[in-house]
């Protein structure tokens, strides 16, 4: 008998937020397999792509993730790119749009299989954050970006801080209640956040409306969504023992910067793996 051939299944839309590029703790690198490996119509960034606005602490990584993102966003390729900003990435609306070509959004909307979905980032339902702006960056941003540079490798102790603010502030229960809120309010039946970097998926049973949190990709566990034929799945990104994460890596300098259309593929279109045409 013939061996049966597997067609990969070409996703409606691939989810992920909370790369926090910029960052020690983010597994930018492991995000570009994802995106390499699998074949979707449609890209959501769903905010906090960047940890804040100084892009002297991008890794080579970093900018190569930038780089595939500019490349699916070239027409040819067929692939939507949409960007969603986060409170991290606030201010960087103008800059994204030149430097990878996608169009950033406070919330974005669209139709598949006769259902609306909505993607918005999260921070606004979240109470401490819209109402302290300025704290929030220097204690949540700029003193946690520290923190990691003092952590371990591994980045342990970041990481269970990080999960312990989530459970103390009941960020998951905050943001889902707000989301559903609001996509009953916009007539949605699934909504999409990120934010609490903690996947989850909640179901309205009253109202039939069913809320979707794509995690982060800063943890030992990063989560992406897809949205396609089977419905809405959240994946867990499978380790490879052999491709250890690069935790150490140092940052690059504001030379290796300027060479940013080179590394990150900008000037030669190479391979275009995982996209669907």
Request: proline share 3%; hydrophobic share 35%; glycine share 8%.
């Amino acid at each position: 008998m013939a061996p049966q051939i597997v067609i990969p299944e070409i996703y409606d839309t691939l989810i992920l937020s909370d790369l926090h590029l910029g960052a020690d703790m983010s597994r930018a690198r492991e995000a570009l397999r994802v995106l390499q490996e699998n074949q979707y119509r449609r890209l959501i960034l769903l905010g906090d792509i960047f940890a804040d606005l100084n892009f002297g602490r991008l890794k080579k990584e970093h900018w190569k993730f930038l780089g595939y993102i500019r490349k699916l966003s070239n027409p040819k390729r067929n692939v939507e790119v949409v960007w969603v900003e986060g409170n991290h990435d606030h201010g960087l609306t103008e800059i994204m749009s030149h430097l990878v070509g996608v169009r950033v959004y406070q919330e974005y909307q669209w139709e598949y299989q006769g259902l609306r979905h909505i993607a918005v980032h999260g921070h606004q339902f979240d109470g401490f954050v819209v109402h302290n702006v300025h704290v929030s960056y220097y204690i949540g941003t700029l003193l946690y970006l520290q923190m990691q540079k003092w952590d371990s490798k591994n980045k342990t102790v970041t990481r269970f801080l990080d999960r312990l603010g989530t459970r103390w502030q009941r960020l998951s229960e905050k943001v889902a209640h707000g989301a559903l809120a609001h996509a009953r309010h916009r007539q949605a039946e699934r909504i999409f956040c990120g934010h609490t970097h903690a996947a989850l998926h909640q179901h309205d049973c009253e109202h039939g409306t069913d809320y979707f949190n794509c995690g982060a990709w800063i943890d030992e566990h990063p989560t992406y969504i897809t949205v396609g034929k089977e419905g809405v799945q959240i994946h867990e990104y499978a380790e490879r023992p052999e491709e250890p994460h690069p935790a150490g890596e140092q940052s690059l300098a504001d030379a290796e910067s300027a060479e940013f259309g080179d590394e990150a593929g900008f000037v030669e279109e190479g391979e275009y793996e995982g996209v669907a045409t």
